[in-house]
């Protein structure tokens, strides 16, 4: 009896592009091949075996344009479709981005997006998100001070996106986002807005009309986030 070839982590599939309409192919990670290992707190992930947030990334090799995977059936209007062609088409080099990646190869389709991002004039929610991902990848490759930068500028992101976007349009919640606020000021240095932040959202879950809508895993982490921030200001007061 012949056994069954071991099947590969990633596996391509075929898309068709919101920008120049032409269909590429790109790269995803089976979900069984994975095993999420741990999270740090401000949700960056840490696998076995392929990490998926390097394929998260999508880059179209045709035309340059560039997105998140969640976002990637999402329509461009006219404006947006003409600000790619004109400001990215016209000096792309065409590249493939499919098939698997490294840390560096996540990198520059991480930025692609962000650079589309920025020439689209995309919310400050979903330009943050990928701030804070560029942030996570030096996270990885134990660069410091380039994360830091990102971190930072994920923080005013979203610190614009809480007080000028409405978050109902958006991929997430107001009470995620108070929570990500007050942990990206803690770990930019910013810790008395990050206690600030974070008693917002304990006092929103104590509020009746929002009974059932905060996960019980987010108020928890929360709280633990305060103490250890109270207790670390405590220890720096003591020496």
């Known amino acids: 009896m012949k056994f069954l070839n071991k099947l590969e982590p ?9 920008a120049c309409e032409q269909t590429f192919k790109i790269t995803k990670v089976r979900i069984r091949a994975v095993r999420l290992v741990r999270q740090d707190t401000d949700f960056c992930p840490y696998y076995e075996g392929e990490n998926p947030l390097f394929y998260e990334a999508v880059v179209c090799p045709h035309c340059g344009f560039a997105t998140h995977i969640t976002h990637l059936k999402d329509e461009l209007n006219h404006i947006e479709k003409n600000r790619i062609k004109e400001q990215i088409t016209r000096r792309w080099t065409p590249r493939s981005f499919h098939g698997k990646r490294d840390l560096e190869k996540a990198m520059e389709a991480f930025k692609l997006v962000l650079l589309n991002l920025n020439i689209r004039g995309a919310p400050q929610s979903d330009i943050a998100k990928i701030c804070l991902r560029i942030a996570w990848l030096y996270r990885y490759a134990g660069d410091t001070e380039q994360e830091q930068l990102y971190l930072k500028h994920a923080l005013t992101g979203y610190i614009k996106a809480y007080e000028e976007e409405n978050l109902s349009h958006t991929k997430i919640d107001q009470f995620t986002l108070l ?15 990050a206690l600030q932040w974070f008693s917002r959202l304990i006092k929103e879950n104590s509020d009746p009309k929002n009974r059932g809508k905060i996960p019980p895993k987010l108020i928890e982490t929360t709280r633990e ?7 670390n200001e405590n220890n720096a007061e003591g020496t």
């Open 225 to 231: 986030r305060v103490q250890e921030l109270r207790e």
């Open 179 to 193: 929570y990500i606020i007050g942990e990206l000021c803690s770990r930019t240095g910013r810790t008395e807005e």
């Open 10 to 18: 990633v596996y391509d599939t075929e898309v068709t592009c919101p």
